[in-house]
């Protein structure tokens, strides 16, 4: 049974007389103990969705279910207080006229009536747990950006929930600790095995974080499933671009065969071979997916796999690799390089494009490929209406 | 400053970071001496009136006060207030009025910004407008007001009472006398509404509502939430209101004086004001200043324990990160009772007064609601009242009066902000004192003061309407500061220095960068100071003379006098220009005051 089922999620709401539809007819499903995360550019309703499972919005329609009690229905909804649920925010919402305890300790006194020592008890394995036991006297106000996160995660997993909510949770902290944090806080959701909904816009925590993703856009799931699915085999361009650097190449299908599941292109830079589960109709238009890192450089063409002349234009030595942009025919295309190769600028070179890594997808996906990287503070724009 | 220069040698030159201090000569820059006017002047403002109260107050003032030796030093002023039964009546009156009078305001604001922000009130934007509109009615008007509603004689209140109950059983006075401590505090409490609930709703709107939510999905409910986080989170805007408040009560001679001379209640202000203008007999500059330094006293207590009441929260600032709009509480049974009280309120504390004094300017004479009163309707009491000399020189005076003290307050508040902000002199706390002390400072003392200052200096101040300005001046640069100030620190101080390795002097930097940017938070603390200072009353009571009437002299002297027609017409005239400076300012200030 699923712990977490959202079916049909609609919310809409208006701006300035104009009806906006922040969630758009949102399906899914989340088995227990899993960690479900919703990845999307800011704007894409994964905000929305989030707090409309912790009732902190009214969704227009849908049904959503917790632990196998109806949330929210047509039939009426269950006010965010008597939800089983801990959520994380983005902000930390940690209280400032409160110590770290009276915070920790805030959801076990407005709930049912527990002995203090009980109290007591919770609050400092909850605070264990994160490692923050020796702040437990400090003013909320004392602690870092990095501390305020834990004691937020603290507060939000004391009672124990059946859900964790987490809202762009690490997206204030610094590049060293939010991988840090995100290390820590899969682990401890490994360990006290809680079904988890993670917000977030930055595709490596979603990737290295998930057992499964739900790439959103405009309100819409595009691709749900694991993180290699998603990874490996985009639905989309935008998925494509979304998660990770891709280049595109377009093209038309020219020939199928030899072998089973290959496929021969044509394109504007030449003829590519791809490798595909998904039947292709010869004269159909599609785009092909690669990753930088599937490609390869090298100066003679290398026999078994596409091998397309290009010149180099820049190459970017970053220490682990080296970002490469070339010129095919009228392409820009990334390739990440090995860290041993020096090609300079203006050298001839070939480009192998190995036939697997090749994504096809369908050239009418999702037009309007955005940049694959997505600048940081974002602010989804929901509800700011009077 | 250069003794840091010895331990440099001892000390192993392995921390380089402390900066050394090397007494080099400087040349004396635009900025220096800048700072260093600014700084004389307001002390000059400040401090010279302090002194001069002090002095008055130990002091036998049956010459004069004296300023120069031989002093003549005495206590008999101090004992004899001490002895003084009348005195702990006062101290007392004052306790209760102000205590009274704060806890209304502010339970009353609180309610209301929590219906509006928090919510489904209906019509929450006429309702917010209209509980901020009362601003701009000045006190002696609304106190004015509410006696032709309730006053015991002929309050239309209470005549519409004693007709519906029947006179005979009452008989001709009540039921409801205004003319009494319990009145007074409510009529206090409903003009200090308005500003109250600006403050809290403005920090209600910038309170992090993500704070509120976590404690939803921690499992409060509403009424947890708000005892538990909001009240609590909003302690630092309710003290700091609370002590900007508690001055203004206990500093106005407004309401205390129309309200609470008829019924004989004497609070710090109004007998600061009787011994500085007895009925009968010369004025006791001796007396008048011992119960400024009670007064003064007493608006300090709140100020020296403003950080302590903040308790240990040096820093409620929390990281920011996406706004929500909050979440909106649904009213739902209660709705009907909400909108009724809310309506109620409106009608009472601002409609009503306004209704009345329109009734009272059109009638010949005051009396209640009935067919022979609507056939008396004229208007020729705007005619005579509005030609008058008294009134063209009066209005004329306020213009005056509101234009200087505003440019005044502001040109010191800008100069004075500017020290805050950027000096490293190691004079800046004194900016800061300087600008915080005449907000400490009641009006009446304030006043009292500059009269006895004026009196004595050999400059042809006193008895125009300059002395009016000076004082005001003095008195606003507080409330110009506190615009100011948070105006140039949001101005980077690399866009000075920039001018500065542009190769701009000083005159340039202001000129040409800090004034241009700061001209919308000027020309808003502009208008609000010009707004304050029309509405003002307690100091042009305490500096009047026949010569420096002000629309809000003109309005005490003309219901002294017992003019209830001609006072009804002047409040009227006096409310249209304050509301129309009023929106003026809220235009200026475009939505950041309202919605």
């Avoid at chain 2, 009348?86 to 704060?102: C, D, K, N, Q």
């Avoid at chain 2, 309506?343 to 009472?348: M, P």
């Avoid at chain 2, 960068?513 to 603390?525: A, C, D, I, S």
Wanted: proline content about 6%; charged content about 15%; hydrophobic content about 45%.
């Amino acid at each position: 049974m699923a712990a977490i089922r959202v079916d049909r999620l609609l919310h809409q709401y208006s701006d300035r007389g104009r009806a906006v539809t922040a969630v758009d007819n949102v399906s899914f499903e989340v088995e227990e103990n899993q960690f479900y995360t919703l990845l999307g550019p800011s704007g894409c309703g994964k905000t929305t969705t989030l707090r409309c499972i912790a009732g902190l919005e009214l969704p227009t329609a849908g049904t959503i279910e917790l632990g196998g009690t109806v949330v929210v229905s047509d039939r009426g909804v269950v006010p965010t207080h008597r939800r089983d649920i801990g959520m994380v925010f983005q902000d930390y919402a940690v209280w400032p006229h409160m110590s770290v305890f009276d915070n920790v300790a805030f959801p076990l006194k407005v709930g049912k009536r527990l002995p203090s020592s009980v109290v007591k008890e919770r609050v400092h394995e909850a605070l264990a747990l994160v490692n923050m036991e020796q702040y437990v006297d400090r003013r909320a106000t004392q602690l870092s950006g990095g501390q305020q996160q834990r004691l937020s995660l603290a507060r939000a997993l004391v009672r124990q929930p059946k859900v964790l909510l987490l809202d762009e949770p690490l997206s204030n902290l610094d590049a060293k600790l939010r991988e840090q944090m995100r290390k820590e806080l899969r682990l401890i959701q490994r360990r006290i095995k809680v079904t988890t909904i993670f917000v977030t816009h930055d595709q490596v925590e979603a990737l290295s974080m998930s057992n499964r993703i739900a790439v959103m856009k405009d309100g819409v799931i595009i691709q749900e499933g694991t993180p290699r699915d998603i990874y490996l085999t985009p639905n989309s361009e935008f998925v494509a671009a979304f998660i990770g650097a891709t280049n595109f190449i377009r093209g038309t299908v020219a020939a199928a065969g030899p072998i089973s599941g290959d496929y021969t292109l044509d394109t504007s830079v030449g003829q590519l071979v791809c490798r595909t589960d998904q039947p292709l109709v010869v004269g159909e238009p599609v785009t092909v997916a690669v990753r930088p890192e599937a490609l390869t450089l090298s100066t003679d063409p290398v026999p078994g796999m596409n091998s397309i002349e290009a010149q180099v234009d820049l190459g970017l030595f970053v220490g682990e690799s080296v970002d490469y942009h070339v010129q095919m025919g009228d392409l820009l295309i990334r390739v990440k390089g090995s860290p041993r190769t020096h090609f300079r600028r203006h050298e001839k070179v070939y480009v192998g494009i190995p036939p697997e890594d090749c994504t096809v997808i369908a050239a009418d996906e999702v037009k309007g490929v955005p940049t694959s990287t997505v600048e940081e503070g974002e602010v989804d724009s929901v509800g700011q209406t009077v | 400053m250069s003794a840091s220069t010895a331990p440099e040698i001892v000390a192993p030159p392995v921390r380089p970071s402390a900066p050394q201090r090397v007494r080099r000569r400087r040349r004396i820059t635009g900025r220096a001496v800048l700072s260093f006017l600014t700084i004389i002047v307001l002390l000059y403002l400040v401090l010279g009136p302090l002194v001069m109260l002090v002095l008055a107050a130990f002091e036998d003032t049956s010459g004069g006060v004296v300023i120069r030796p031989p002093f003549p030093w005495t206590g008999a002023n101090f004992s004899h207030v001490f002895a003084n039964a009348h005195t702990y009546s006062v101290l007392w009156s004052t306790v209760i009025f102000s205590a009274g009078a704060l806890v209304f305001a502010f339970a009353v604001s609180f309610t209301f910004a929590w219906l509006i922000e928090r919510t489904d009130l209906p019509l929450r934007t006429p309702v917010y407008v209209l509980l901020v509109a009362p601003q701009g009615i000045p006190a002696v008007i609304s106190a004015i007001s509410w006696s032709l509603l309730l006053n015991p004689t002929n309050g239309f209140v209470n005549l519409v009472l004693r007709g519906i109950f029947g006179g005979g059983g009452i008989g001709s006075r009540g039921p409801i006398n205004v003319y009494s401590l319990p009145w007074m505090i409510l009529v206090e409490g409903m003009s200090l509404v308005p500003l109250t609930f600006l403050l809290i709703t403005a920090s209600l709107r910038g309170m992090n509502a993500g704070l509120e939510d976590a404690a939803r999905t921690s499992g409060a409910g509403f009424g947890t939430i708000v005892r538990r986080i909001t009240l609590p989170l909003l302690r630092p805007a309710i003290i700091g209101a609370l002590v900007y408040e508690f001055v203004t009560v206990v500093e106005a001679v407004d309401i205390p004086l129309v309200l609470g001379l008829p019924g004989h209640v004497t609070v710090l202000s109004t007998q600061i004001y009787n011994s500085t203008h007895p009925p009968v007999g010369l004025p006791d500059y001796g007396a008048s200043s011992t119960f400024g330094i009670f007064l003064l006293a007493l608006a300090l207590i709140p100020l020296l324990f403003y950080n302590k009441m903040l308790g240990n929260t040096g820093s409620y600032v929390t990281v920011t990160g996406k706004s929500f709009r909050p979440k909106i509480q649904k009213l739902g049974k209660w709705k009907p009772l909400a909108v009724a009280l809310t309506w109620l309120y409106i009608f009472v504390s601002f409609v009503m007064p306004l209704l009345i004094l329109i009734w009272a300017s059109i009638q010949p004479y005051f009396g209640t609601l009935s067919r022979a009163a609507l056939k008396r309707i004229t208007f020729t009491s705007y005619d005579k009242t509005l030609t008058s000399n008294l009134f063209t020189s009066a209005l004329k005076n306020t213009l005056i009066v509101g234009l200087a003290s505003a440019a005044m307050s502001m040109v010191l508040a800008m100069l004075v902000s500017w020290i805050i902000v950027r000096s490293r002199s190691r004079f800046r706390w004194m900016a800061d004192v300087l600008a915080f002390l005449p907000h400490a400072l009641p009006g009446v003392v304030i006043g009292l003061a500059i009269l006895l200052i004026y009196l004595l200096l050999p400059l042809h101040v006193y008895g125009t309407i300059w002395i009016i300005v000076i004082a005001m001046g003095t008195q606003y640069v507080s409330l110009g500061s506190r615009l100011t100030t948070g105006g140039i620190a949001q101005i980077q101080r690399s866009l000075e220095e920039a001018a500065e390795a542009s190769g701009a002097k000083a005159r340039h930097v202001w000129g040409r960068v800090l004034v241009p940017l700061l001209r919308p938070v000027f020309l808003n603390g502009f208008l609000l100071v010009f707004l304050a200072s029309i509405q003002n009353l307690t100091l042009p009571l305490m500096l009047y003379s026949t010569k420096n009437l002000v629309l809000s002299s003109l309005i005490w002297s003309r219901w002294d006098y017992g003019d209830a027609t001609g006072t009804a017409v002047l409040s009227v005239v006096m409310t249209v220009i304050t509301v129309i400076a009023a929106l003026f300012l809220r235009g200026l200030s475009g939505r950041r005051a309202g919605e």
